[in-house]
């Protein structure tokens, strides 16, 4: 009965897929959709690809996602791949079934297949990946993910022992998930090691055994760091692929591993990219990649423009860079981010908020007051247009935070930031956006380059 | 002017710690007290004039139920005494009377100052917003739980909610006021998004203050209120 349901709702996904291919738009997600509600446990029909690669995390999910995919695919492999389409349930059964044949069986020797944190229960117990590599556990959407233990009960409960995972050794909420699973591979970065803690919430204080307060020999950012309880001896796990040297200048990151220490181009400078890609060497080098193999790899790699795009307007350089609007960490990360880049003058125009993807909302302000706005400080950081409904928030926020009130601009239309910057003064423009907000980011990111005397 | 902030190194989920932040601007000579988990908290030798505690992780919360357990007379006694106590979040759910978390099938009593129960459930994270008045003062707010609130608030609700819900789906009164501990569900920055809440509190204390950056909350707030009360905002 079940093998019956299972073909049912394979034909009704292939028939919905091609329907949409017909009419020009993304079979991405409904085919999946379609497939899961008419049989539950669809995936678990389907046979798994040679190697499956499963990618989770709160950020960094489609960086990391990317990059294994571009390494294996320049080395020959087959991979079937969702980063460019959902990340829920839906979204991995559309990218699975549309790359099977009607039987089920998987036409690519690899899938290195997203997967959003909160779908963990509806993914892994029916196809459980080969591995699975975490960046980083973090505070997230409060409405879809609560809070960070919420996050790692659901993950660790969804995976079998069989998985080998890659994990953030600098994040022990990450570096403790799934103990079940014994096969772990531990990544971070020593370099640039900070010397101020920074003043974010923390989501990990006691440890996780005795209850003690853990030590901090450093923290990053929020509770990115190392730890150790003087207590019971818990403390963060020791990395097997760590990030050594960041030569910003010459764009080089070293990174020791299996006893050697090997050198590659940055494909961004952020730290979280840079965790991002260290990450991922250590899963090609476990995978069986030479150092040749990744040297060559990075020096071609880059993050995906939908993440990260330049454009020039003028003399002025406009840079967009998604911030995920409801992740305070992630936007927290790029205002810091921004504050860090060189350059004089800078202006930011904020697109983060809801507005384009939940019309008749009136968003929560509750992730605005766990970002951290201290970076909007930084001298250098000249004006900030806050556009969209929620500016008077921003507004709020920056003030309760101590930044200069008269750089700070509200433009409560969302289409309409573009007009408020000034090319003459602004030689530095950064465009933030949401995760369903490109669109208008490139569209007011045009705007600026027509204003430049550019064409758009 | 004491205020006592209990457990902020763990109770600060959802942006409520910045209430504590937002109290610090609106009474910069007052004294603020952070109580973790590990010390002996001010109240239990000391009256504060005012303590605030926020949302927290469900572990946290029972670890803070077994933390507060030995002061639960005395909590009782500053309650009776008219001390303010604001818990937000699900903060509030630690001085109820009992918890049983579903998914884990954990049965806890809370500290029973609070004549309600709570349902927690992993699987069924609820959200939403909630306008409604608070005696004269228009409440704006947001909820996003796992627990759930039963009981008859009928006579000591905080808020008469106009659109969204109280406590729980079927109710209209948000939250539980016994003497001025305010038990509510709405989380976050409660007191920068109600800026006259806040100054309301603050007289509770015996203090007149303005709210921090009035100005800018104030337009915040206002907007606010206009789109919770555009009848297309979902809720």
Known sequence: MGKLKFYFAMTAAKLSALGLKILGRNATYLPGLIAVTLCKDFIGYLKKPEIFIAVTGTNGKTTVSNLLTGALRKNGYTVTNNSFGSNVQGGVAAALLLNSTFTGKHKNKVAVIEVDERSSLKVYPYMAPDWLIVNNIMRDSMKRNAHTEFISYIITSSLPESVKLVLNADDIICAQLAPQCKDRTYFGIDAEKPTVLPTQARDIVYCPKCGQKLDAEYIRYNHIGRYRCQSCGFASPDRDFCVTAIDRENERFTVLGDGKEKTYKLINDNITNIFNACGAIALLTRLGFTDQQLTDYFAQGEIVKTRFDKMQAGDAEVTLILAKGQNPVACSRVYNYIATCPGDDKCLLLIVDDQEDNVNNSESTCWLYDCDYTPFKDEKITEIIFAGKRCYDHILRCKMTGVDT???????????????????????VYVLYDNYGLDIARAEARELVKKGGGKA | MTVEVLFPEVCNLF????????????????????????????????????????????????????????????????????????????????????????????????????????????????????????????????????????????????????????????????????NNLFCTALLGPILPDNPLFCEYLLSLCGVKAEAACKKEAMTAYEQRIKEFRDPKTEF
Not at chain 1, 406 to 423: A, F, I
Not at chain 2, 18 to 29: A, F, V
Not at chain 2, 74 to 92: E, F, S
Not at chain 2, 155 to 173: F, M, Q
């Open chain 2, 15 to 178: 942006g409520d710690s910045k209430n504590e932040e937002y109290l610090r601007l609106t009474l910069p000579d007052a004294e603020f007290i952070d109580t973790d988990l590990l010390t002996r908290p001010y109240f239990a030798d000391n009256t504060p004039d005012l303590i605030l505690m926020g949302s927290m992780t469900e572990n946290t919360q029972r670890r803070v139920i077994e933390t507060l357990r030995p002061y639960t007379e005395r909590l009782q006694a500053l309650i009776d005494g008219g001390t303010v106590i604001l818990a937000t979040g699900n903060a509030g759910e630690a001085f109820m009377k009992h918890i049983s978390y579903v998914t884990e099938e954990i049965e806890t009593d809370g500290l029973g100052l609070v004549d309600l129960t709570v349902k927690t459930d992993l699987f069924r994270r609820m959200n939403g917003k909630v306008i409604g008045k608070f005696e004269d003062i228009v409440m704006v707010g947001f909820r996003s739980q796992f627990g759930l609130w039963y009981g008859d608030n009928s006579k000591n609700a905080i808020v008469k909610v106009e659109r969204g819900w109280g406590l729980n789906p079927d109710s209209k009164l948000e939250g539980a006021r016994v």
């Open chain 1, 406 to 428: 008269n750089k700070l601009v509200p433009c409560p239309d969302q289409l309409q930031g573009h007009t408020l910057v000034d090319l003459n003064k602004h030689k530095n």
